[in-house]
């Protein structure tokens, strides 16, 4: 048995694609479907329906999977907690979390926790929202602090763990503020020339979410970059090469400041929740006090 094999298991109940949870486990189609072929192999039975499309688990499959789930959270909790007893110091309380969150918010309030929470300590793993909600499904970390929208399909099963809402950030269309008025960059004039567009991937969340605001309008784009890094998007934003939608929170100082200013009206925005998520029967006492602070 590999451990590696359950968390692919995991992985591929809730993508039920081979290919994208190939991608998320970052390794190979064929290496993955090896995998997974020996984990059945070791079960005895298969897990996998393979003639459907999507996939879909068989009954053992479905019968097996919240095992696997409870046998990596067990192990990771246990792993964590015989290390940090070794070192004879408080555990961890582990993060997966945006970049753009850790950045702009995280680090601010871990800071201020620190003065509410005795022996305080944090890990954080900035990376991209699929990663993020693989490693709290996997139980490689504590706590999920990301980014939700009420028109935009949950990466995430919620129903596996407790939310908690902790604020709320706008989304805004901004531009460097000479570039914008030398060029006459505004998303509310149909004659308006054609603006330079720095854009998130189309596949990651930020990215859902401005096509989802921008929606059957047809405003004077043209792309011209993409990424899906909310700070090299903001560099570039900055530095005068076109418009983009970014967290208020990355923003703040700049608008504050008039470098920066918004492109269009209330209409080309959309306010971002910051989610907290966890499952409570997994966290320790200072888990706990982290839950009930932040």
Known sequence: MDLNWLQDFVCLSRTLNFTRAAEE??????????????????????????????????EAGAQFLPVARAIITDLTDARQAL????????????FAVLHTIS???????IGEMEQLIPNLRV????DNLRTCCQMLSDGTCDFLLCYSHPDI????????????????????PVAQRE????????????EAPQIPYLAYDPSSFLGTVVDHTIGRRDP???LCYMDVVTEAIKRRMLAGSGVSWL??????????????????????????????????????????????TL
Do not use: M
């Open 25 to 58: 486990r970052h390794i190979t189609q064929p290496a993955f479907s090896r995998r997974i072929k020996a984990l059945e192999n070791w079960i005895g039975v298969p897990l996998i329906k393979r003639s459907s499309y999507p996939v879909q688990l068989s």
């Open 83 to 94: 290390r940090a007893q070794e070192r004879g110091v408080a555990a961890f309380q582990r």
């Open 103 to 109: 950045f702009n918010f995280l680090s601010h309030r």
């Open 123 to 126: 890990r954080v793993y900035s």
């Open 153 to 172: 399909q949950p990466v995430l099963d919620e129903a596996q763990f407790d939310r908690k809402d902790v604020g709320n950030d706008p989304l805004l």
């Open 179 to 190: 570039a914008a008025a030398t060029f006459g960059w505004t998303l509310d004039c149909e």
């Open 220 to 222: 004077p784009l043209a």
């Open 247 to 292: 967290p208020e929170s990355a923003v703040a100082a700049e608008l504050a400041s008039g470098q920066i200013v918004r492109v269009g009206g209330e209409s080309w925005g959309t306010s971002l929740t910051l989610s907290l998520f966890c499952s409570p029967d997994r966290l320790d006492k200072t888990g706990e006090a982290v839950w009930k």
